[in-house]
């Protein structure tokens, strides 16, 4: 049975940092890309930061200076750091884990980040 479960999420002023984990059960976790999604309340779920299985990285611009996705294959987990969060970060934060060959892609339940004063 495949498990994506996230933590970290919560209440964080403006200009703050929080670190969201997403730890994997089930899969073979180094063969996968991990990404981060996220969606605003009424919005679509996009793409906040990926990380291929070996290594290589992608972030949205919106993003770009401010978060970094890591991944540690040790212990099945995939990490995204967030710093000088801003109001428009606000949205339930998903974790993603794909692997194309194999046309598998599994989803965690998602973590809530609010950010406000």
């Known amino acids: 049975q495949v498990q994506l479960v996230e933590s970290g999420g919560g209440l964080v002023q403006p200009g703050g940092s929080l670190r969201l984990s997403c730890a994997a059960s089930g899969i073979f976790f180094s063969a996968y890309n991990m990404g981060w999604y996220r969606q605003p309340s009424g919005k679509q779920r996009e793409l906040v930061a990926r990380?291929?299985?070996?290594?290589?990285?992608y972030y949205a611009d919106f993003v770009k200076g401010r978060f970094t996705i890591s991944r540690d294959n040790a212990k099945n987990t995939v990490y995204l750091q967030m710093n000088s969060l801003k109001p428009e970060d606000t949205a339930v934060y998903y974790c993603n884990a794909d692997h194309s060959a194999l046309v598998r892609n599994y989803w965690g339940q998602g973590t809530q980040v609010t950010v406000s004063s």
């Open positions: 990380i291929t299985n070996d290594g290589g990285t």
